[in-house]
C-alpha cells in the first residue's frame, strides 16, 4: 500500500496520493489525488494525530488490485461484463441481466468506481425498491454477479460488496396457474390448427414453451420426443439445464395429434413453423392471434400446462420425485414447491377421508358400562 503525504490547507488536513485509473478510451494513466481528513483542531494538532484516518482512505484506493477498478461500474458493465455473458450465456440469460442492471442497478451505483462499491451502497440501493421479495433477490443476484466477475479479471480485491446485503421487499405469495384435463378437453374442442397440436403438445408432454418451439421433426420418434434445443425469440439455444435435455414419453392422443400435424407439415423441418420465414414458431404469437381470441379469460399461457401435468400426475398418485423426472427438474422441490398445484379444500376433504377410514378400522369406540 503506497504511503502518501498529509498536509494543511484552508484550516483542515489532507492526504495526497497518486493513483492509477483508466479514463473513457481506456488509456492507463496516473492521477494526483487530494482528499480531506478532517480539521484542524484540538483533536487533530498534528500530522500524527490524522495519519490513522489518511491509512484508511490510501487502504480504499489500494484495495482495487489493477487500475481497471477505478472504472465506475456502468463503464465496466458495458466494456466487460455484459459483452462475457453475451457470449458465454443463453440469450433470454444475457437479456434478463441487461434489463435488469439497467433498470434497478446502474441507475443507482453506476458512477461509483468498482474499488468503492461497499455493501452499504447494495443496501441503499435494495432498500430504494419496492419491491417482492422475490424481485429483490433477482436485483441482489445480477449485482453480484457484476462484482464476481471484476474479481474475476483482478479488477477488484476482497470480498464481494453485495455479500451481506440483504433482500428483504414484500411478501409475495406464489400464484401459478395449472389447467385441468377439462380444460384439456375444452382447448381440443375449441380450437383449430396448429394451436389446437401445440396445446396438445405443451398439455401432454410438459415442456416448456421454448422447448416446444426448439422441436424439430428428428426429434420425434413415434413414441418418444427428444428434447435437445430450446428456442428463445430468435434464438437457437440450448436447454434451460443439463437435466432438460432428456426424451419425454408419447401418450397415444399425443401421438395422434402429431402424427396428424406431421402429414399437414410434411416439408417442414421445425415441428411447429411459421408460415412467412418457415423459422420456428413464435407461440406467444399464436396465443394473440389463434387462441386467445377462441377461448378468452380461459387462456393462461403456456407455462400453465407444465404445472396442470405435474398437478394431474400428482393427484393420480404419481410421487413427486417420477414427476420432476418427467418435467426434468433438477430438484424435486422445485415441482412440490412451484409446479404441483392443489386445490386446499378438495384435498384436505380427500386426505380427512383416508383418516377416516383409518380410524374406522383401527380405533375401536369404548363399551358402555352395563
Not at 497518486?18 to 494526483?32: C, H, I, N, Y
Not at 418418444?224 to 426424451?247: H, M, N
Request: hydrophobic share 40%.
Amino acid at each position: 500500500m503506497q504511503r502518501g503525504s498529509v498536509e494543511q490547507k484552508s484550516g483542515a488536513w489532507y492526504v495526497r496520493f497518486r493513483t492509477t485509473e483508466v479514463d473513457s478510451d481506456g488509456k492507463v494513466q496516473r492521477r494526483l489525488i487530494r482528499k480531506r481528513l478532517a480539521p484542524i483542531n484540538d483533536e487533530y494538532r498534528s500530522a500524527r494525530d490524522v495519519w490513522p484516518l489518511a491509512d484508511i482512505e490510501l487502504a480504499k484506493e489500494t484495495k482495487g488490485g489493477a487500475a481497471e477498478g477505478s472504472l465506475p461500474v456502468s463503464d465496466f458493465v458495458e466494456k466487460f461484463y455484459l459483452p462475457f455473458v453475451e457470449a458465454k450465456r443463453k440469450a433470454s440469460t444475457f437479456r434478463f441481466y441487461r434489463d435488469t442492471i439497467k433498470l434497478n442497478v446502474t441507475p443507482v451505483i453506476g458512477e461509483l468506481r468498482l474499488r468503492d462499491v461497499q455493501t452499504v451502497h447494495i443496501q441503499r440501493l435494495l432498500d430504494s425498491k419496492d419491491l417482492s421479495h422475490g424481485s429483490l433477490l433477482r436485483i441482489k443476484s445480477a449485482a453480484s454477479a457484476i462484482f464476481s466477475h471484476a474479481k474475476r479479471l483482478g479488477f477488484i480485491n476482497g470480498v464481494n460488496p453485495v455479500q451481506g446485503a440483504l433482500a428483504s421487499g414484500r411478501r409475495s405469495d406464489f400464484e401459478g396457474h395449472a389447467y385441468s384435463l377439462a380444460d384439456l378437453q375444452y382447448f381440443l374442442e375449441t380450437l383449430d390448427e396448429p394451436a389446437r397440436t401445440a396445446v396438445g403438445t405443451a398439455a401432454l408432454s410438459g415442456l416448456r414453451e421454448s422447448e416446444v418451439r426448439g422441436l424439430q421433426w428428428p426429434d420425434y420418434t413415434g413414441e418418444e420426443l427428444f428434447v435437445r434445443r430450446a428456442v428463445w425469440r430468435t434464438a437457437v439455444d440450448q436447454t434451460k439445464t443439463p437435466e432438460s435435455k432428456a426424451v419425454v414419453p408419447v401418450i397415444s392422443l399425443l401421438k395422434t395429434l402429431l402424427d396428424a400435424h406431421r402429414k399437414r407439415n410434411a416439408d417442414s423441418t421445425w415441428i411447429f413453423s411459421g408460415e412467412k420465414k418457415g423459422f420456428a414458431l413464435n407461440l406467444d404469437n399464436l396465443a394473440r392471434r389463434s387462441i386467445i381470441p377462441k377461448v378468452g379469460e380461459r387462456w393462461h399461457g403456456w407455462h400453465g400446462w407444465r404445472r396442470g401435468l405435474a398437478t394431474i400426475l400428482f393427484d393420480l398418485g404419481v410421487d413427486p420425485e417420477i414427476a420432476s423426472k418427467i418435467l426434468r427438474h433438477a430438484d424435486s422441490a422445485v415441482t412440490r414447491r412451484h409446479y404441483i398445484m392443489l386445490e386446499s379444500r378438495k384435498q384436505g376433504r380427500k386426505a380427512m377421508r383416508k383418516l377416516e377410514s383409518l380410524v374406522t378400522k383401527t380405533v375401536k369406540p369404548r363399551k358402555k358400562k352395563r
